[in-house]
């Protein structure tokens, strides 16, 4: 069994019903799957898919891209919906430093504010790390990893990939791992300790070979851990049983 440890399933729930991406998931081998916000009202849906449908685990908080002005009042919203059990994850949170560096000190107050509900519920931070893996590490050196990080989609450089492990963190790949042009992310798929290892497909985005240029969806995770399994030189059903193993430890599912 397969357990999708990022998607936004509210977004494809926007294209239409959720039933058949449930179902294939379902027939593909996906027992689990956590659905990420990106703000409050996002993060609200997550905890409702969460409710509604048994194999749905949810993550609450406010992605960088929303960080611009931030007022740490906004996050009383994620705070909320924390204290319930269906939500297993501050996330998706973190800094990105691709589309646009001018309101970086917005992001880091809101990156601290996220690090800090992480600790107040015990429960993990999944960090987005778009150009900014090394930036996003010197924030919580700087102020203490909550005892759970997950860096989602990793895509940093071997000096970032040993500083993450020294802080116990998990790394996540998603279906870039697959694409032809990304051999330094099998390389890191490779490196990673078997139980700091985890699968996802950051669903509708980044489709993986050979599902490439279609809408993702969890279902798609199994491409994602072949990938990661020829990376590594071990059977797809290895990674399926440990990575699973891994995501409902971390998540406490």
């Not at 973190?94 to 509900?117: N, P, T, V």
């Not at 070979?209 to 399994?229: D, F, I, L, M, Q």
Request: charged fraction near 25%; charge should be negative.
């Amino acid at each position: 069994m397969w357990f999708d440890t990022h998607c936004h399933l509210y977004q494809l729930a926007d294209e239409g019903s959720l039933d058949g991406v449930m179902d294939r998931a379902a027939a593909a081998g996906v027992s689990h799957m956590l659905t990420v916000g990106v703000d409050a009202a996002s993060s609200r849906r997550c905890a409702d898919l969460a409710r509604e449908w048994v194999s749905v685990h949810a993550g609450a908080a406010f992605h960088p891209s929303e960080a611009k002005g931030w007022e740490d009042s906004w996050a009383d919203a994620i705070d909320e919906l924390l204290a319930g059990p269906e939500v297993v994850a501050v996330g998706e949170t973190g800094l990105d430093l691709y589309w646009d560096k001018s309101y970086l000190d917005d992001q880091l107050r809101m990156f601290a504010r996220h690090i800090e509900l992480a600790k107040s519920h015990d429960k993990p931070l999944v960090i987005h790390t778009r150009d900014s893996v090394v930036e996003a590490l010197d924030a919580l050196e700087s102020q203490g990893p909550p005892a759970r990080v997950i860096f989602h989609c990793w895509s940093g450089p071997p000096d970032a990939l040993a500083r993450a492990l020294s802080l116990d963190a998990f790394i996540s790949f998603a279906g870039n791992v697959s694409y032809r042009n990304a051999p330094e992310l099998r390389e890191a798929a490779a490196a990673v300790p078997a139980d700091r290892l985890l699968v996802e497909t950051d669903s509708p985005y980044l489709a993986p070979v050979p599902k490439r240029g279609s809408t993702n969806e969890p279902a798609y995770v199994v491409h994602v851990g072949a990938a990661v399994a020829a990376a590594r030189g071990e059977e797809p059903s290895l990674i399926a049983e440990l990575t699973t193993a891994n995501a409902r430890a971390v998540f406490g599912v």
